[in-house]
């Protein structure tokens, strides 16, 4: 589901001591510095918060300053992961400088989509100076996400030029899209504090889903489990809030210690945490030297930074502005989902060299230059329906439900139900659970494997059945619980099961009793034993219900054992003949004739025994023994003392 925002988030950036920090003071009256040493020093070093009404979108302006200085940039990334827009401040006596040109690469990395320049202390310099670090700005945004953007010359001292800063920043409110939600509630921790009277207290911005009073929440990727004691957004307690509102949750027994900037709250067993990351990377022009595969980088995503490797898939080496598909291998576990941005720092010297957005936070390790595993990611690039069908394909032989892969590529249930129905329709994917109507809700109920999987188990399935066959020629079927388990080394029951449905529906299987076989298969017969087959099945026609002991007529006809017992596994295994016990043996057609004969039997007078039996159909104890336990072991009669009765 999509949502209105009821805030518009809008972040500072810009290069140390350029008023950012001045200007937000002078648009709401909000000194966001709050902490002693920032007075002290005169600049910003944690995030600051501001908020400003605006009426005329009926929403609320809410502001986060980040610091500027090179040292702090982390913080910088941190704030900016999840803002709507920015307010990209220069100062006009300093023009354009090494952190303004830093701050605007990662904006971008970010996909920032809109914004307001401003251009701070413009009392302190001429027109013509302005004129010319505005020629300098339009140079630097030119086909960039900013280059419409307004650039409006402010002082904070003399309040010039803040009323049209105001203004254009709720235009550039009024243009931001709604976020996307996929209903689980996840919100990144960039703020633990402990609140006198409260206790300890996280904040952050909420990417998706909505967060109660009483609600239990899991802080990854710690595992911690906690409970919402309360809610606040600015101040004002609330029962709920929900995505893209800035907002505090008083948490209930965790200690301030236990948690940090980075971490992220989320609703318990709906994300994992990874060491693992797929993604498009993209390497800044701006680089003055190639990227070597296995670099060792920092990683900032969401309010967290984690050390790591950069594993380029498919080259050796990456030039400055150049884009691939790459994996990262961290040194301690992060929180991530498909689509979640992020900035690439270098290791040592802290400088950004690029970015991009996260393909599969919970990708195998893949050997390099492989060319299957990067088509696969490259296909993450795509639309919805791509990114649905590509998480059954990874999931190979383990059926998802819609759930699943909504949860684990950052959609909503909503949008993977269309894609499922969409990708089933195109014979795409393959229905795991049983049958029933093709609806919304039965989609949601069910499990699936991609096409192309459930076709390479169907071959698997049959090669098992084709050797079974190969040792055992003349049989027709195989024992299911033998073809079960060795399929089952390959998936499990409920693949099985409904593979073996769906090929018995198209006529490619049949089963009989607890054998399965191939639907066209027929005993593989050496020369002169089909006679012999045809010969045997009349005489047992012939006899009726007292039939003669196999051993007996094996000796009788002068076949050799082998080739006797071969036949007559093939003709049991037809269904031709029914072996009842170790000495009895009879033609179907007799078999079905006593069993509709018992049960007529017992309809009329309530029950039978084996006595009553051998006297009606004129055969010995033996035979008619050897009836009533078949028909007891197929369920079809329950013996009751010396008495049978019909199974109910």
């Known amino acids: 589901m999509r949502v209105e925002n009821s805030h518009a988030i809008i ?31 005169g600049i910003t070093i944690e995030l600051g918060f501001a908020f400003l009404d605006a009426p005329v979108l009926d929403k609320e302006i809410i502001f986060i300053d980040v610091p500027g200085h090179e040292k702090l940039i982390k913080t910088m990334v941190a704030g900016a992961s999840n803002i709507d827009a920015v307010l990209f401040v220069i100062a006009a006596d300093d023009g354009i400088n090494v952190q303004t040109r830093e701050h605007f690469d990662i904006l971008q990395l970010l996909a920032i989509e809109n914004g307001v320049i401003a251009l701070t202390k413009s009392d302190l310099v001429d027109k013509d100076h302005i004129s010319a670090v505005i020629n300098d700005i339009r140079n630097l945004v030119a086909g960039t996400f ?28 009024s243009k931001i899209r709604k976020r996307r939600d996929t209903g689980i509630f996840r919100m990144p921790i960039d703020r633990a504090f402990t609140m006198q009277g409260f206790g300890t207290v996280i904040a952050g911005t909420i990417l998706s889903g909505q967060v109660n009073v009483g609600d239990k929440i899991e802080i990854l990727p710690d595992g911690l489990t906690t409970r919402v004691r309360g809610i606040q957004v600015h101040a004002k307690s609330i029962q709920e809030s929900h995505i893209g509102i800035r907002t505090a949750i008083n948490l209930q027994d965790i200690k301030k210690e236990q948690l940090r900037r980075g971490q992220t709250a989320v609703m ?20 003055s030297e190639d990227l070597k595969n296995r670099t060792r980088i920092r990683l900032h995503i969401a309010a967290d930074e984690v050390i790591g490797r950069l594993i380029l898939l498919d080259s050796d080496r990456l030039s400055p502005g150049q884009t691939a598909v790459v994996q990262f291998v961290l040194e301690s576990p992060t929180v991530a989902l498909p689509k979640d941005r992020y900035v690439i720092r270098t290791f040592s010297s ?3 060299i690029g970015g991009g957005v996260i393909l599969d936070a919970q990708p195998k390790s893949h050997k390099r230059f492989d060319t299957f595993a990067v088509d696969a990611l490259r296909k993450l690039k795509g639309g919805i329906n791509d990114v649905v069908e590509q998480a059954f394909v990874k999931s190979g032989v383990v059926p998802l439900s819609v759930a699943e892969v909504a949860g ?26 049983p049958k029933a109507a093709e609806d919304v809700v039965d989609i949601r109920r069910g499990k699936f494997i991609s096409a192309e999987t459930y076709s390479a188990l169907v071959d698997k399935l049959l090669a098992i059945l084709e050797n079974y066959y190969t040792n055992n020629p003349y049989r027709v079927f195989m024992p299911s619980s033998e073809l079960q388990s060795r399929f089952c080394k390959l998936a499990d029951k409920q693949v099985y099961i409904a593979i073996i449905s769906n090929l018995s529906e198209q006529d490619v299987l049949r089963a009989m009793g607890v054998k399965i076989g191939k639907k066209d298969r027929q005993p593989q017969w050496q020369p002169g034993e089909h006679d012999l087959a045809e010969k045997i099945e009349k005489i047992f026609e012939n006899e009726c219900y007292s039939t003669k002991p196999e051993d007996e007529l094996q000796g009788e006809l002068k076949i050799k054992l082998n080739v006797f017992e071969n036949i007559m596994t093939a003709l049991a295994d037809q269904g031709l003949l029914v072996r009842l016990g170790d000495r009895v043996t009879y033609h179907k057609k007799h078999l079905q004739s006593a069993r509709e004969f018992v049960t007529g039997y017992i309809r009329e007078n309530g029950s039978i025994t084996a006595p009553e039996l051998r006297d009606k159909l004129g ?13 007891d072991n197929t369920q079809v009669t329950r013996r009751l003392g010396d008495k049978r009765v019909l199974k109910s």
Do not use: N, W
């Open 146 to 173: 900013l280059e419409s953007a307004p650039i409006i010359p402010v002082s904070s001292v003399t309040g010039e030029g803040v009323e049209e800063i105001k203004a254009a920043l709720v235009k550039a409110a």
């Open 408 to 433: 684990s590529i950052g959609e909503s249930e909503d949008e993977v139900v269309e894609v499922v129905q969409q990708l089933l329709d195109e014979e795409k994917l393959f229905k795991i659970t």
């Open 268 to 287: 318990p067993g709906s994300v994992s945490p990874t060491t693992r990351l797929d993604a498009q990377f993209h390497l800044l022009l701006s680089c």
């Open 350 to 352: 802290l400088m950004t």
């Open 619 to 631: 055969v010995t104890r033996k035979y008619a023994v050897a009836i009533l336990e078949y028909l």
């Open 11 to 41: 972040g500072t950036a810009g290069h140390i001591d350029h008023g950012k920090t001045a200007l937000i003071k002078a648009l709401t009256g909000i000194d966001v510095d709050t902490l002693a040493e920032e007075k002290r020093r």
